[in-house]
């Protein structure tokens, strides 16, 4: 009664789903802008007759009851959607033809900036809001705000082409007849008849041990207090789109497979890790469902896509099975993240993942029915939306395979946004050029190439010849005593510090036998004494054998005989690592005295 009322204003009254409660928690405890406000703009190129396109936006409106929904969630049990028998969408008309182009762009950003900061009461319906800017005499932009709590974007889709067709009905004086389309409420309740069981069983067998999120590709070591989004777009060329198109055919995989395995070898590439994890926005319209592929909502959700990246792979055994992966996910999909999150073994309160994959295939053009009336043609021009995820990449496909990367601030710098995006166009070109392994797949643009191979690479410096090392480091200490050699963890050595030291360790190593063609063994953590003892090994006249103190027994064991080496520097504290070995052991941090206190002998090979 508290909810309807008598009744006579509220159509119906039933649960959310899962993926719009989610939405609705997010919504509601967010402060600043609403993340899950979408803007979607529009060219209208052509005569528009505003008062008719409106009325044509009014029968659509009425057409479908998730249009006229809002949503209820104090001091019930659970949130419910209300939907009413009649809303009236706000409209704001603005006329802009009078400024030059420069001020009249400017006009249009601030119009935009403004309009997404107004959020929108969720307990009031519509969920919606339009303006018309006119820029020309047949010239508009359709700014269509509207809540992700009600709308995905095939249900975008088919709304605009629903508000073309009454529009021109309309213009023609007929009324709009519609065909009978199912309501968003059968959605709703063909969710609550799924087998969760199966789903949590599914889900807990394919993230069975993926304990922690796969780290974003050239995201900031900390992020900053930016709280604003950026975007970069990009296309992958007509004659590189059919290259893809081809290629996906002759794999017998579809587009989206493609963009989500290049997207994984990204993520993999940056990350180190051959096994990723990443979301990917899935349509969610089930097929048993009679009438889906009509009907209005928000029927889309995001759910984990773990792929394992084995540079050995054929590419197209590897792509076959990332395709085979999607379609036994697809039986699940119905889940909501909020579940698949509680069944991994990602720790509470962690996300899943911090990057998602978005692959739009419904139309974003539209032109007017056939017939004798002027055209009136659309063009998007692009959809701003926040996922509440760092990292967004979208896909879709024409002519050209359309790219678009959405990021926070406070993660990204848009240079290195705009560098991973033309990576990932490298990689889906690697891709239709027919690569055999994952391992031969490009990742570097060619201005990158060529900056790593060549720029960076561009060190050729003149070299006294036939003067050691050694030798001009202690021409280097003559010149600048006091000057700081080598620092390390707060401490340092001056020039003359670094060679007086490195000087006395060398006369030890020579009493132990260390001379041309001897190999000493260097056991050391980064720290002063690694920088002593090479310098002090090439002043004695020997050559020194880099050992990691984090290698594996064995593999130390093998390489202390391979190089079969006399002595072996290092110390006490890593005594326990080291296998079995005849080679003499000098700890550095333990003979210092005795080694400070010995005899100098004569001036010898750099050494005084």
Not at 251 to 265: E, G
Not at 350 to 364: D, R, T
Not at 500 to 529: I, Y
Request: aromatic letters at 8%; proline letters at 6%.
């Amino acid at each position: 009664d508290r909810i309807a009322g008598s009744g006579r204003g509220v159509q119906a009254v039933y649960p959310l789903s899962p993926l719009q409660q989610g939405i609705l928690f997010h919504s509601v405890a967010s402060t600043g802008h609403d993340p899950y406000l979408l803007q979607a703009r529009y060219a209208l190129g052509g005569p528009l007759d505003t008062a008719v396109f409106r009325q044509a936006w009014a029968a659509v409106v009425e057409r479908h009851p998730v249009l006229r929904t809002a949503c209820v969630w104090d001091e019930v049990d659970e949130p419910v959607q209300v939907v009413h028998a009649r809303v009236e969408p706000a409209w704001d008309e603005v006329d802009l033809r009078g400024p030059g182009e420069d001020e009249r762009r400017a006009a249009v950003d601030a119009y935009l900036a403004a309009d997404l900061e107004r959020r929108m009461d969720l307990a009031a319906a519509p969920l919606m809001r339009f303006a018309l800017l006119r820029l020309e005499d047949e010239l508009h932009q359709l700014v269509w705000s509207f809540h992700h709590l009600v709308l995905d974007g095939w249900s975008v889709s088919r709304l605009l082409a629903e508000v073309f067709s009454a529009y021109h009905t309309l213009l023609r004086g007929e009324r709009v007849r519609w065909e009978r389309v199912r309501p968003y409420a059968d959605y709703v309740a063909w969710l609550a008849a799924q087998d969760q069981d199966g789903a949590e069983g599914f889900w807990r067998r394919t993230l069975r041990g993926f304990g922690a999120p796969t780290p974003l590709p050239a995201a900031r070591p900390q992020p900053t207090g930016g709280a604003g989004t950026g975007e970069v777009v990009g296309w992958v060329g007509e004659a590189e789109t059919r290259a893809l198109q081809e290629y996906a055919r002759e794999q017998r995989v579809t587009l989206n497979t493609l963009a989500q395995a290049a997207w994984a070898l990204l993520l993999s590439r940056y990350s180190g890790e051959e096994d990723v994890l990443f979301g990917a926005t899935v349509a969610g319209r089930p097929p048993e469902l009679d009438g889906v592929e009509r009907m209005v909502g928000l029927f889309i959700n995001t759910l984990p896509v773990r792929v394992q990246v084995d540079p050995a792979d054929r590419v197209s055994a590897w792509l076959q099975r990332v395709q085979a992966e999607q379609v036994e996910a697809r039986q699940y999909e119905y889940t909501s993240l909020t579940r698949v999150q509680g069944w991994s073994e990602v720790p509470r309160g962690v996300p899943l993942f911090g990057s998602i994959f978005v692959y739009e295939n419904y139309p974003v053009e539209a032109s007017a029915p056939g017939g004798s009336e002027p055209a009136l043609r659309m063009r998007r021009l692009g959809t701003l939306e926040r996922t509440g995820y760092p990292l967004t990449l979208s896909a879709a496909s024409a002519s050209h395979l359309y790219l678009q990367l959405i990021y926070e601030d406070a993660h990204f710098e848009r240079a290195a946004v705009e560098r991973i995006l033309g990576q990932l166009q490298v990689v889906l070109a690697g891709m239709a050029s027919g690569c055999g392994r994952v391992s031969e797949l490009p990742l570097l643009t060619a201005g990158e190439r060529a900056q790593v191979l060549e720029e960076w690479n561009a060190t050729g410096r003149d070299y006294p010849g036939g003067r050691c090392v050694h030798r001009l480091f202690a021409e280097q200490a003559e010149r600048t005593p006091a000057a700081p050699a080598v620092a390390f963890d707060g401490r340092s050595l001056t020039y003359a510090e670094l060679d007086r030291r490195a000087n006395r360790l060398a006369r030890h190593l020579r009493r132990l036998g260390v001379g041309p063609e001897v190999r000493v063994a260097v056991c050391l953590e980064k720290g002063l004494d690694m920088v002593v003892a090479v310098l002090g090994v090439l002043k004695a006249g020997g050559a020194y054998v880099p050992l990691d103190p984090h290698y594996p027994a064995d593999r130390l064991a093998y390489m202390l005989a391979d190089a079969g080496v006399p002595v072996l520097l290092t110390h006490a504290a890593l005594l326990d690592r080291l296998p079995e070995h005849g080679a003499a052991t000098v700890c550095l941090d333990r003979a210092r005295a005795g080694i400070d206190a010995e005899v100098p002998t004569a001036p010898e090979n750099g050494v005084e």
